[in-house]
């Protein structure tokens, strides 16, 4: 016969395995939904800056950030410090993971950006030699064609694809909507409404052009005076986020024994979490601040 414990003993082996199952379920359903969205998010980010590599790549360039962020954190704490917890270990090891991860997503989010600028830019130009080609008789088509023919990057490319869009059928404003959206570009989307707008009225397209292009030129001007008056609040804002750790790192090498604590206790633990929260916020918001939309 089963002993008076056993039955106890077995309820609470059940109830741990039935536990964990539940627990090893919702993880991997998390886990798969942020895989989706990882990938549908970062397709979309590849579509833009025109790299013609699969989102899972990416997603495998990110996890192999993540490891060198782990193997480099260990092999400096274990190499500067000679008695270190391995609890600090840990800890290290995953903050490095979470700061590497997202690397590769912010590339792509800062090559969108300067493709966008360099874009906008180009816009000037692109819009005086539609200007001149539909003075000298060229229908619009034509005279998108001629700036898609142009070795200008990335303004032609652009402008292929919707000549490409054009020839396949699609209509000129539907064109100009599905690369407005794409591009994400005020700019651009003032240029396809004003031709949208010129053609359904019947009003002179190569006056409105040219009043748009002189917009944009002075947009394009105020934002780059705005950057530059800006400057000094987004280097402080990087200067006042990277402060605290390097001087934790700092305050690590003179006194090991002092920065311990923060490691080794839960109290520390919860200090540095919420010291890192507070600086993340402080830093997000003066760039909010010096982020001035034009």
Not at 160 to 173: H, N, P, Q
Request: neutral net charge; glycine residues 4%.
């Amino acid at each position: 016969m089963f002993s008076s414990s056993f039955w106890p003993g077995a309820c609470a082996f059940a109830g741990v395995v039935l536990a964990a199952i539940s627990v090893i379920d919702f993880v991997m359903y998390v886990a798969s939904r942020y895989r989706e969205r990882y990938l549908q998010e970062t397709r979309t980010e590849l579509d833009d800056v025109l790299i013609q590599i699969p989102a899972a790549r990416v997603l495998d360039i990110s996890i192999a950030f993540s490891a060198v962020g782990v193997v480099v954190s260990t092999l400096v704490m274990t190499f500067s410090a000679e008695n270190i917890s391995v609890e600090t270990l840990v800890l290290v090891s995953l903050v490095a993971a979470c700061v590497m991860f997202p690397i590769p997503r912010f590339i792509l989010r800062y090559l969108k950006v300067r493709r966008l600028n360099k874009f906008s830019v180009q816009l000037e130009d692109a819009l005086n030699m539609i200007n001149g080609a539909l003075k000298a008789g060229f229908s619009i088509n034509q005279a998108l064609e001629e700036v898609a023919e142009q070795d200008i990057h990335p303004l032609s490319v652009e402008f292929r694809l919707l000549t490409k869009e054009i020839r396949l059928g699609v209509s000129l404003e539907q064109a100009l909507d599905n690369m407005s959206r794409r591009l994400e570009s005020d700019d651009f989307e003032l240029v396809a409404v004003a031709i949208s707008t010129a053609r359904k009225t019947g009003g002179e397209l190569t006056g409105t052009l040219a009043r748009v292009a002189t917009l944009i030129r002075e947009r394009v001007r105020i934002n780059q005076k705005v950057m530059a008056l800006t400057a000094m609040g987004r280097l402080q804002a990087l200067m006042i986020g990277v402060m605290p750790f390097l001087l934790l790192l700092g305050m690590y090498k003179v006194s090991p024994h002092l920065i311990d604590s923060f490691f080794a206790t839960p109290i520390g633990i919860i200090v540095l979490i919420f010291v890192t929260i507070m600086d993340v916020a402080g830093f997000l918001w003066i760039r909010k601040i010096t982020k001035i939309e034009v």
